[in-house]
């Protein structure tokens, strides 16, 4: 058995569960590298020999420099991290620049689309995208942070194929896109309470009504 | 315990007796036990007459929160747990997760274990595309076909089973390289199946490929366009049977890809038929490249030098294979502990499965199987 099953304590319904581990936002990678929660066992000559320091560069390419001289600060950051571009953009033009990426600059294949939950940021969600362009074969990624509560402009009309994955954002972190044709749970049942992709939703932990109502059963484990 | 509640259908909304008796629609429910769908997809069919007028994927059903278990397991502790997403293709899954912490650990593999690593997945696409071809005839009728191949996917297992004990979910690979030294006899026992292959291949269309009920049931059936691929995100034999010549390990390589001689076959229609064609050629591409691989396997270490606990510095990292069905990706945060912070699983079947719906409006009710067919999803993959 994990060591962290083991340790992790029951869920329990109006109690939703901290993590002990999550990296800060804006603090340099190595400040959280330095946590070993693995324990002692885990300071070996090998891990000292990786580079500690942040490993992203910044990025230039005319892209960038035509989105910085039409938005300014609102391009937050666009850097390179071993050897993958991205760009972290301000909530409120992001929906506008994904339009240019994907109308202007030919980024036509919407790989994936995804969060990563931050708890205890003042802005707990990451919004990324996964973007390809076929003529170009260039892939990158956009990200964006947005509020506990805040939605974002869906973008099945730029992809339609965002339509399922935007709903699998929904249902794993709640997360509700503005506009989307069809904004139901997609692999969760409809009544299911609860986003179980955000950190504060044990792994073991369930929607205990919904398991007692529809299977009969006292608890799924 | 409480009565249960019936489970609220999307389509018990509004008012679907008006709707039965102004147009004449049917709604009809396939699946989620049917056998040709696959596993447990349910699908909502709108009909008039035998028309479909739309279909609705219900999914979910083999949910099992991958990625949140990921998100609870150390680097190589979840390396197994990625074999049971498309499970007749775990050698792929097994090596887009390891080539991903590869490269957020900033390692490459030996050479020599990137050979195998790619006989191994190739030997996989057969095994998954013969699988495919075998189920996809018994849909439509055909039912020798499926003796066939799975007898000869029977040879793939052995080769798989003698060299890492196990057939179907592999966990062949490790973070760094391989944990297994090819078996005596390894070479011997693929020149020999690849010697073997081009024959069956032949049978197989021989039985099929101008075959008029299989053309009649196959040509023009699920047609979808390149545009409408791009704007799906769909990938992988679909994609390229509709004339987009996009492999990921043409545009993107990976492992030892580059130093392969092969080719990647397209269509034209974007049909059933096309898309059956696409598959065969595939078959025969991958013989090419397991020819190469088997004589031009280097010597050397298996394992690049990767920490006993591992550790990958902060970042982000998003890396992508071809899988046999499409494109497969992994996106994993760290945050520089020994668990990975988030781990997104991009499951082809499941992107690839929202094309369901707009490949077979128009089309006949007995043209949803042969379309669920062709699209080759594996539920597993898709529900993670």
């Given at each position: 058995m994990p060591e962290e099953t083991k340790s992790s304590p029951p869920p329990s319904a109006g109690q939703p569960k901290v993590p002990a581990r999550e990296p800060v936002a804006g603090a340099p990678p190595s400040a959280a590298a330095e946590k070993s929660p693995a324990g002692a066992t885990s300071e070996k000559p090998a891990g000292a020999a990786k580079p500690a320091g942040p490993l992203a560069e910044p990025w230039t390419s005319p892209l960038v420099a035509k989105l910085k001289a039409r938005y300014g600060s609102g391009v937050c950051e666009a850097a390179s991290d071993r050897g993958q571009a991205y760009l972290v953009l301000d909530r409120s033009i992001t929906h506008e620049i994904l339009g240019i990426l994907c109308e202007e600059e030919e980024f036509d294949y919407c790989v994936d689309i995804t969060a990563v939950h931050y708890p205890k940021r003042e802005k707990p969600f990451d919004l990324v995208w996964i973007l390809y362009s076929f003529p170009r074969n260039e892939r990158l990624r956009v990200k964006t942070m947005i509020a506990e509560q805040e939605s974002f402009p869906s973008s099945t009309s730029l992809w339609s194929g965002t339509n399922w994955l935007e709903r699998e954002v929904y249902d794993m972190f709640g997360i509700?896109?503005?506009?989307?044709?069809?904004?139901?749970?997609?692999?969760?049942?409809?009544?299911?309470?609860?986003h179980p992709l955000r950190k504060d939703y044990g792994i073991i932990e369930q929607d205990q009504e919904w398991v007692e109502a529809h299977l009969g059963i006292e608890s799924g484990q | 315990m409480p009565d249960p509640t019936p489970y609220p259908s999307p389509l018990e909304q509004g008012e679907p007796d008006k709707t039965f008796l102004d147009s004449n629609e049917l709604i009809l429910n396939m699946g989620p036990q049917h056998p040709a769908t696959h596993g447990v997809l349910r699908v909502i069919l709108k009909l008039d007459g035998e028309k479909v007028l739309g279909a609705e994927c219900v999914i979910g059903y083999l949910h099992r929160g991958v990625e949140k278990i990921g998100e609870n397991r150390t680097y190589a502790m979840f390396n197994p747990y990625v074999d049971r997403m498309d499970y007749v293709a775990a050698v792929s899954n097994g090596l887009g997760y390891c080539e991903t912490v590869e490269k957020l650990l900033a390692v490459e593999a030996p050479p020599r274990a990137n050979y195998i690593r790619v006989i191994l997945t190739e030997l996989n696409r057969l095994a998954s595309h013969m699988l495919w071809l075998g189920t996809h005839a018994l849909d439509i009728g055909a039912m020798t076909p499926l003796f066939y191949t799975f007898r000869d996917r029977e040879e793939i297992l052995k080769i798989f089973e003698k060299y890492c004990g196990a057939r179907l979910t592999t966990h062949a690979f490790r973070i760094g390289g391989?944990?297994?030294?090819?078996?005596?006899?390894?070479?011997?026992?693929?020149?020999?199946?690849v010697?073997?292959?081009?024959?069956?291949?032949?049978?197989?269309?021989e039985l099929l490929t101008s075959n008029r009920i299989w053309v009649e049931r196959t040509k023009n059936v699920g047609k979808l366009g390149a545009a409408d691929c791009k704007a799906l995100g769909v990938t992988g034999p679909v994609l390229r049977a509709s004339g987009v010549q996009w492999d990921v390990r043409k545009a993107l390589p990976y492992a030892a890809y580059p130093d392969f001689d092969f080719e990647i076959p397209v269509g034209a229609n974007g049909d059933t038929y096309d898309r059956y064609i696409v598959r065969m050629q595939e078959m025969r591409q991958s013989l090419r490249i397991l020819r190469q691989a088997v004589e031009g396997i280097p010597e050397g270490p298996i394992m690049a030098k990767v920490p006993k606990v591992i550790k990958p510095p902060a970042g982000e990292i998003y890396h992508s294979i071809e899988a046999p069905k499409g494109e497969l990706g992994y996106f994993i945060v760290s945050d520089?502990?020994?668990?990975?912070?988030?781990?997104?699983?991009?499951?082809?079947?499941?992107?690839?499965?929202?094309?369901?719906?707009?490949m077979?409006?128009?089309?006949?009710?007995?043209?949803?199987?042969a379309v669920i067919g062709t699209l080759d999803i594996v539920l597993g993959e898709v529900d993670r």
């Open positions: 509700r896109f503005d506009g989307h044709p069809d904004l139901r749970r997609i692999l969760l049942p409809e009544d299911w309470r609860g | 391989c944990l297994y030294e090819t078996y005596d006899g390894f070479e011997r026992d693929v020149k020999k199946f010697d073997g292959v081009p024959a069956k291949i032949d049978e197989y269309e520089g502990s020994t668990q990975p912070y988030r781990v997104r699983v991009r499951p082809p079947s499941f992107v690839n499965l929202q094309a369901l719906d707009v077979v409006r128009g089309q006949l009710v007995a043209d949803v199987i």
